[in-house]
C-alpha cells in the first residue's frame, strides 16, 4: 500500500493517521541511515505530516529535534502540502538495542529542545519550543501541542526497521481533544489507545490510516472520515537555487572552486548531488 493520510472528526475529537513505510524507507536510502536514525528521522517526519494536517493549506511546518546525542539535529520539513523531507545530522551513527529489544532512539538523540516552526504565507512565522521528554519523538511532539498549542494530544509514531535495515512498518497517528469533548469519548479513546499495538506494527501488518483510526476511534458515535490522501517524500531543490546559493558565496570563493576545476553540492533535506564544471563556476562569478 502506497503512503497516505487521512483526517477524522467525532464529537470533541480530532483525529489524523498517515502510513509512512516508502517516504521513510526514501529518507534511510537517500542519507545512508543506520537503524537507530531511520527510526528518529522516520519518525519526525511522520510527527511532521501529522502536524501539517491541522494547520491550513498554505501553510508549512518544520520540526527540529535539538538533543545531545550521536545523532545530533534530526530535522523534517513539510515543504509542500503532503510532502515531506528531512535529515539527520549523523546518519551512519548506530547504537545497540535497548534491553527490550527496541531501537535506542532515545538514547541516540540526547536530552535537548525540540522545536516547530510553522510558515505562513499572511503570518509571522512562529517557533514553539519545549525541553525534550525523552527524545522517543512521540512523547516530545505531545508535549509540544500541549504547552505551545495549548492543544492536549496524544501522538503515536513508529518505524520498524529489519534485519537488513529496510524500512518494514511506519507509520503515526494523532489524537487531539476540543474543548468540548465529552468524559465518555475520552474514556473510549483512553481504552483504545491501551488496545492498540504500535503504529509500526499495525502499518506492518498491512493495516490503511483509516482503518488505524476506527481503532482509535471504536464505541465512538458521528464519526467523519475524510477522504485519504497521498503523501510522498518531496524535496524543492534544484540546480537554479543550488547555483544561487553559489553565487551568494561570494566571487572570492567561486574563484577557488573554480581552481579546483568543479564542485559537488549535496543538498542538506535530500542529499541530491548537483556538480558545477568549470565553465559554470565562471559563469556564476559574473553575477556575484
Ligand atoms: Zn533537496
Redesign the pocket.
Known amino acids: 500500500m502506497s503512503d497516505h493520510i487521512i483526517r477524522a472528526l467525532a464529537p470533541g475529537i480530532r483525529v489524523v493517521a498517515a502510513v509512512t513505510t516508502e517516504l521513510v524507507d526514501e529518507a534511510r536510502t537517500r542519507h545512508s541511515c543506520s537503524p537507530v536514525a531511520t527510526a528518529a528521522l522516520g519518525r519526525t517526519m511522520t510527527a511532521a505530516l501529522l502536524l501539517a494536517e491541522t494547520i491550513k493549506g498554505d501553510e508549512c511546518l518544520t520540526i527540529r529535534v535539538a538533543g545531545n546525542g550521536p545523532l545530533g539535529d534530526v530535522v523534517a520539513d513539510t515543504p509542500l502540502r503532503h510532502g515531506v523531507?528531512g535529515y539527520v545530522h549523523h546518519p551512519q551513527v548506530d547504537l545497540p538495542a535497548t534491553e527490550q529489544g527496541k531501537l535506542a532512539v532515545g538514547e541516540a538523540v540526547g536530552s535537548g529542545m525540540l522545536h516547530v516552526t510553522r510558515f505562513s504565507p499572511q503570518r509571522e512565522t512562529f517557533t514553539g519550543t519545549v525541553k525534550l521528554i525523552s527524545g522517543e519523538i512521540a512523547e516530545d511532539v505531545t508535549r509540544y501541542l500541549l504547552e505551545s498549542e495549548q492543544t492536549p494530544s496524544t501522538v503515536g509514531l513508529g518505524v520498524l526497521v529489519d534485519p537488513d535495515g529496510s524500512v518494514a512498518g511506519a507509520a503515526g497517528f494523532l489524537v487531539q481533544a476540543m474543548p468540548d469533548v465529552t468524559e465518555e469519548v475520552l474514556d473510549a479513546i483512553e481504552k483504545n489507545l491501551s488496545l492498540v499495538s504500535s503504529p509500526s506494527h499495525l502499518a506492518q501488518e498491512g493495516l490503511s490510516a483509516a482503518e488505524i483510526v476506527q481503532l482509535l476511534l471504536v464505541g465512538i458515535d458521528s464519526v467523519s472520515l475524510f477522504e485519504p490522501e497521498p503523501i510522498q517524500f518531496q524535496?524543492?531543490?534544484n540546480r537554479e537555487k543550488v547555483g544561487a546559493i553559489l553565487t551568494g558565496l561570494g566571487a572570492a570563493e567561486l574563484a577557488a572552486m573554480e581552481q579546483e576545476g568543479q564542485a559537488e553540492i549535496h543538498?542538506?533535506?535530500?542529499?541530491?548531488a548537483y556538480r558545477f564544471e568549470r565553465e559554470e563556476l565562471q559563469a556564476l562569478q559574473g553575477n556575484a
Do not use: A, G, Q, S
Request: aromatic share 10%; proline share 0%.
Open positions: 523531507r524535496c524543492t531543490c543538498c542538506n533535506f535530500c542529499n541530491e
